[in-house]
């Protein structure tokens, strides 16, 4: 089993809507979590960071399940430069496990 | 430029040839990064230094592949006899290395290795 499992997609949104997707992974004493963007071609780069009580960033919102261990990336009012693939990235006290990525596309 | 440096930017080389990368992270980050990506993937653990000890090394790792950190700053990525699996984008990262923090790490622009 791999460990950070994401929806590969690819999702096809039109401007403006809402669109979630959800990231697994497998060793439960995991201690933090993030959300990675990247874009064709180009180097991750830290979307957020995503908290036990869940946060939010503007149209962005990371949600944590520990007892299900899966965490959750919300985006609401979808831009067309959301466009991009999303990286779901697990800290296990030094090492950063990524998933394969969820690509989202939005449409105008 | 306080980001992380990787040079060169792009490699192609001949298969068998022996190829080394070189990452310059953001100062004072004591922890150092290696992953390597390929189209359609997440970036891949390769190893990783604690200022400049190599803490962990990847069984994706070949006995061809070693890495440095001789001072705690810079790191190389050497390849040996480089074979067409080994093509790949190459990606360093650093982090400060706060223990159990939520501590981001921070990417260079990799180092995009084609071997024909």
């Known amino acids: 089993r791999k460990e950070v499992e994401q929806d590969p997609g690819p999702f096809n949104v039109p401007e403006g809507a809402t669109v979630a997707f959800n990231c697994t992974y497998s060793?439960?004493?995991?201690?933090?979590f993030f959300w990675y963007r990247q874009d064709c071609r180009k180097e991750p780069k830290l979307l957020m960071s995503?908290?036990?009580s869940g946060n939010e960033d503007g149209r962005f919102t990371a949600q944590l399940n520990r007892a299900s261990q899966y965490i959750s990336l919300l985006i609401r009012d979808s831009k067309l430069s959301d466009s991009a693939t999303y990286l779901c990235?697990?800290?296990?006290?030094?090492?950063?496990?990524f998933g394969a990525g969820t690509t989202v596309t939005v449409r105008a | 430029d306080t980001g992380v440096s990787q040079n060169p930017r792009h490699k192609i080389t001949k298969r068998g040839q022996n190829v080394t990368f070189r990452c310059d992270p953001i100062?004072?980050?004591?922890?150092l990064y290696w992953y390597r990506q390929t189209l359609g993937q997440g970036p891949e653990f390769l190893t990783y230094f604690q200022n400049e000890a190599q803490l962990e090394k990847s069984r994706l790792l070949s006995d061809r592949f070693s890495a440095e950190r001789p001072k705690g700053s810079f790191s190389t990525l050497e390849i040996q006899r480089t074979e067409q699996g080994d093509s790949a984008m190459y990606l360093c990262?650093?982090?400060?290395?706060?223990?159990?923090?939520?501590?981001?790490?921070?990417f260079g622009q990799g180092t995009r290795l084609t071997v024909v």
């Open positions: 060793n439960s004493a995991s201690q933090s």
């Open positions: 995503v908290y036990s």
């Open positions: 990235v697990v800290n296990d006290d030094y090492k950063l496990s």
């Open positions: 990262a650093s982090s400060p290395g706060l223990r159990g923090g939520n501590t981001e790490a921070f």
């Open positions: 100062s004072e980050h004591n922890r």
